[in-house]
């Protein structure tokens, strides 16, 4: 079946400009979750949805991001008045179960550049 | 406050030769450890779970170890295609809404 999938792979934006990120999770997976990704670094925990619960929000950086996932399926990560700090890479995961201990299965990431 | 430290941050290995990565954590209850693959341009890539101190997985030419402070991913004669970066994650089993990263080793493995 198909994996975890995310539009659009690159994004260029003016400061200032809003950008909206999709991922789709695999079908009937109940958890989804969003990092972001420095050049040369780990991935960073940004917020986690179970279905369409969003049970942690403690890692987006301010409140110029949000994150919704309405119907427990695909998923939106907006970031307001982007900032050239937010230049990275948007790693979308979703896995079959609750919680990080299961296996999670990334899609390829988007990769944002604000100018 | 959880952390996970790799090393080294890169290795760069001959065809064959042999070698291990190291993954240092420190968390107040481990509820897993996670190695996973990522090559350049893609998402990580699942590889291990570990649960307890002495367990141990293998996939064809990986190994990864577990401790109660560390864990190590060996690599026994790897080829070029290995050549990837490996990133450790950490989840508390007092939270497990998300995994705590490390940076990552990156590894080159020449012909």
């Known amino acids: 079946g198909a994996g975890v999938s995310q539009s659009p792979r690159y994004k260029v934006a003016k400061r200032g400009q809003d950008v909206a990120l999709r991922c789709d999770p695999i079908s009937g997976h109940v958890s989804l979750f969003w990092y972001q990704q420095a050049l040369g670094q780990g991935p960073e925990f940004l917020t986690y949805?179970?279905?369409?619960?969003?049970?942690?929000k403690s890692g987006l950086p301010s409140d110029r991001f949000f994150a919704e996932r309405p119907e427990g399926s695909v998923s939106t990560l907006k970031i307001q008045r982007t900032q050239q700090e937010d230049s990275a890479v948007y790693l979308c995961a979703s896995s079959f179960g609750q919680g990080s201990y299961n296996e999670q299965f990334f899609g390829p990431g988007t990769r944002l550049t604000v100018l | 406050e959880d952390q996970v430290t790799q090393s080294p941050e890169a290795l760069r290995l001959q065809e064959g030769e042999s070698s291990s990565l190291n993954c240092s954590y420190t968390v107040s209850g481990l509820r897993g450890l996670f190695w996973y693959r990522q090559d350049p341009g893609k998402g990580p890539e699942f590889l291990f779970t570990l649960y307890s101190a002495g367990e141990e997985k293998e996939k064809e030419r990986l190994k990864a170890t577990l401790t109660k402070k560390e864990s190590f991913l060996h690599i026994t004669a790897p080829k070029p295609e290995d050549s990837a970066t490996y990133l450790c994650?950490?989840?508390?089993?007092?939270?497990?809404?998300?995994?705590?990263w490390g940076l990552g080793t990156s590894l080159a493995v020449n012909p």
């Open positions: 994650a950490v989840c508390n089993a007092g939270n497990n809404r998300k995994l705590i």
């Open positions: 949805f179970q279905n369409e619960a969003q049970l942690d």
